[in-house]
């Protein structure tokens, strides 16, 4: 299993630009999410899915859209990059959310830069 | 709202010294609970979670951590830290019935040899 993977690693944009955030698993796995990281702010949830077709918000949802046509993708848009959005992005994911007692793995991250 | 708090948010410790982790949590109901580690370079990773039964909850690399319903609170320790352990730490809470975790803020503990 490669587990949870993301592209790309590191992106530099200009303010106003758009992007998507690729985030895919292999494992099968419900339940799906997207958290910015940020220095002294910890992991906040930005968007979730409980299963394909699925999605909510998180605690910071504004400026990004997400869609989950499959269960294997989870991508997250960028609309119109701000500088604010300068962050270092993770998806996780895991097998259920039902009883919130399920292990999340996390991808290895997306470094984005906007200017 | 509900949140997580992480009081120590940068800790040095020489190898071989005891370490707790402070996490405070917010919510009156039913919660689960995680500790997740980052070491350098590589992805977050759980180190240990409890969500019923004994409080005393024990986690790879010799990590424990007591969850304590009065005191909202479920600290990570470890009796004697290695170089190894150097990383950062997340406390997470899963509030029973939402389909949100909700992470504190991290502590970055760095172990001199």
């Known amino acids: 299993n490669a587990g949870v993977t993301q592209t790309p690693k590191f992106q530099v944009l200009k303010t106003g630009q758009s992007m998507t955030l690729q985030c895919a698993q292999d494992?099968?796995?419900?339940?799906m999410s997207w958290y910015r990281q940020d220095p002294g702010m910890g992991l906040r949830l930005i968007h979730y899915s409980v299963g394909a077709g699925i999605t909510d918000q998180g605690e910071v949802p504004n400026g990004y859209n997400v869609s989950r046509s499959t269960t294997e993708d989870f991508p997250l848009r960028l609309l119109s990059a701000a500088p604010s959005q300068t962050s270092v992005y993770f998806c996780?994911?895991?097998?259920?959310?039902?009883?919130?007692?399920?292990?999340?793995?996390f991808g290895p991250g997306t470094r984005l830069l906007v200017l | 709202a509900q949140s997580v708090s992480q009081h120590n948010h940068h800790v040095i410790l020489s190898e071989a010294a005891s370490l707790e982790l402070g996490c405070n949590y917010s919510y009156g109901g039913t919660v689960n609970l995680f500790w997740y580690v980052q070491y350098p370079g590589q992805h977050l990773q759980l180190l240990l979670k409890y969500f019923s039964g004994d409080p005393l909850v024990k986690g790879i690399k010799g990590f424990e951590a007591e969850f304590i319903k009065s005191k909202f609170s479920f600290n990570l320790r470890k009796p004697s830290v290695q170089w190894s352990d150097t990383a950062e730490y997340f406390c997470?809470?899963?509030?029973?019935?939402?389909?949100?975790?909700?992470f504190g803020t991290g502590t970055r503990l760095k172990v001199l040899a």
């Open positions: 996780a994911s895991s097998y259920s959310i039902e009883l919130g007692r399920e292990t999340q793995y």
């Open positions: 494992m099968n796995h419900e339940y």
């Open positions: 997470a809470v899963n509030p029973s019935g939402t389909y949100k975790y909700i």
